[in-house]
């Protein structure tokens, strides 16, 4: 049976190296997402301050990294979540003034290879073990849906109320998280926002846009707002606001 171990990237530079490694391939197709301003901005600089808090599930027969999660200590009210979620988290950890009383989830990122283990699920358990160990509050998370992008032209307000034939979420991603404990807050309609050229936007969709328009984009959870007048793209993607307890 294969046996994990909970590490940082902190803890080597052989780690941060593999974590980075991991996420990229993670992610890699969706990396038009890398160009909100916060993520520009910001992401890098907060995993570098922040990189105790970086989690990687390692496995202890190789010492490679399995799984890894990304997150950041903030100041949030839990009960009065914003519309936006992950480029505010982003922010607001950067510009944080206050006592910074719960994590912000941010990321986990499996490779292909390792998935369907119940390792994302046991990521999701080490954020509020993590937050326990800081003394903070609790967890929150603005959860990406793993198949919406199949539905891109659906709502995420209506899409959170479709259920399975056992009265669970639709969304393979949205039951893991309130099997895992998690309380779905709300939608975050407005959780990370890219807008660049019509140049960039062809180069990820591998194709040009012959007029003004809404655009699929493979793997966005939304269209693309194209203006050829403007020269200008805008992608909006939604998510959804699950909040976590510490773990006791």
């Not at 990189?51 to 999660?69: I, K």
């Amino acid at each position: 049976m294969t046996r994990y171990v909970v590490k940082t990237r902190a803890d080597s530079p052989q780690l941060r190296k593999a974590a980075t490694a991991i996420e990229q391939a993670a992610w890699g197709a969706l990396g038009f997402l890398n160009f909100t301003k916060a993520h520009f901005v910001h992401y890098q600089e907060l995993l570098d301050q922040f990189a105790d808090y970086q989690l990687c599930l390692v496995d202890e027969a190789t010492g490679y990294p399995v799984a890894v999660g990304n997150c950041v200590p903030l100041t949030c009210d839990f009960d009065n979540l914003p519309s936006e979620g992950w480029d505010w988290i982003v922010e607001t950890a950067a510009n944080n003034n206050g006592t910074r009383n719960a994590l912000g989830a941010l990321a986990i990122s499996v490779p292909g290879i390792h998935r369907s283990k119940g390792l994302a699920r046991l990521m999701i358990q080490e954020f509020s073990n993590l937050a326990a160990r800081r003394g903070l509050d609790g967890v929150i998370a603005p959860v990406r849906p793993s198949v919406m992008k199949l539905y891109p032209y659906f709502p995420m307000e209506e899409y959170i109320t479709w259920k399975d034939d056992n009265g669970r979420f639709f969304d393979p991603w949205l039951r893991s998280h309130a099997a895992a404990g998690g309380k779905i807050i709300k939608s975050a309609d407005r959780s990370m926002v890219v807008e660049e050229p019509v140049a960039f936007w062809e180069m990820w969709r591998g194709s040009p846009f012959p007029q003004t328009g809404e655009y699929k984009i493979e793997g966005a959870l939304n269209p693309v707002q194209i203006d050829l007048e403007r020269d200008s793209g805008r992608y909006v993607e939604p998510n959804v606001w699950f909040a976590y307890k510490a773990a006791a």
